[in-house]
């Protein structure tokens, strides 16, 4: 069956510091990536997306390479900011509509905790 | 402005009571679906909804039952036999041609 992976948490950094998050993924087929962003007491929201391998999601500031090769999907920032503290979801999709497009249901990994001091 | 209400925000269950989480959207997508989050855990789907009046069972069905009666809203009822309900619960919704699925701001239930 499929799987995430994320690295453990919970991740303090200073605001500025480089941020990596790292995901690998198990899927049959070729899946499509995404990471979504859960602020405090809220719901998901799509921070970025890939939908084929090589694909740069990219969204405010957050980065992410489809890598078939690794099945890896790791989360970057160049300089954080204290707003970017939340919970952050790895989760990939491998079903497919009739156009190509991806459908259906997530798998999603742990979520990684991130706090960002000033 | 098109999006998913989840209501309530807050729920308590007493012993052996059913409660029902609602979930409507305004996106006119076709697929609904329901995961329960734990701390420290990542989401498990409980059921999901491709189309109207149909449904099947996700991860963690156990406890837990739903309705799509109508295209905009997916109820779920957690039951007397989910031993265990207190968690927080998000619907989210998605389309035929989009990528992605769009969430609600979920119904945190706990136990009296």
């Known amino acids: 069956g499929n799987s995430v992976t994320q690295m453990e948490g919970p991740v303090t950094l200073s605001e500025e510091a480089f941020l990596t998050i790292n995901c690998t993924y198990t899927?049959?087929?070729?899946?499509?990536l995404f990471w979504y962003v859960q602020y405090p007491g809220e719901g998901l929201q799509l921070l970025l997306k890939?939908?084929?391998?090589?694909d740069k999601g990219s969204n405010k500031g957050f980065e992410a390479t489809y890598r078939k090769e690794t099945t890896s999907f790791h989360l970057e920032k160049g300089s954080v900011q204290v707003s970017d503290s939340a919970v952050y979801f790895c989760?990939?999709?491998?079903?497919?509509?009739?156009?190509?497009?991806?459908?259906?249901?997530?798998?999603f990994g742990q979520g990684t905790i991130l706090t960002v001091h000033p | 402005d098109g999006g998913i209400t989840q209501s309530p925000k807050y729920l308590f269950r007493k012993e052996g009571q059913n409660v029902t989480l609602s979930c409507e959207q305004n996106?006119?997508?076709?697929?609904m679906y329901w995961y329960r989050q734990d701390p420290g855990q990542g989401l498990r789907l409980i059921y999901y909804?491709?189309?109207?009046?149909?449904?099947q069972k996700g991860d963690i069905a156990e406890g837990y039952s739903v309705s799509r009666e109508k295209k905009e809203s997916f109820p779920l009822t957690v039951t007397s036999a989910q031993k265990n309900p207190t968690a927080f619960y998000l619907c989210?919704?998605?389309?035929?041609?989009?990528?992605?699925?769009?969430f609600g701001a979920g119904t945190r239930l706990s136990v009296l």
């Open positions: 989210a919704s998605s389309s035929r041609t989009g990528t992605f699925q769009y």
């Open positions: 899927a049959t087929g070729y899946p499509s």
């Open positions: 890939a939908t084929k391998a090589d």
């Open positions: 989760a990939l999709s491998d079903q497919k509509n009739a156009g190509g497009t991806s459908y259906g249901k997530l798998t």
């Open positions: 996106l006119n997508h076709d697929a």
């Open positions: 909804s491709q189309i109207v009046n149909d449904f």
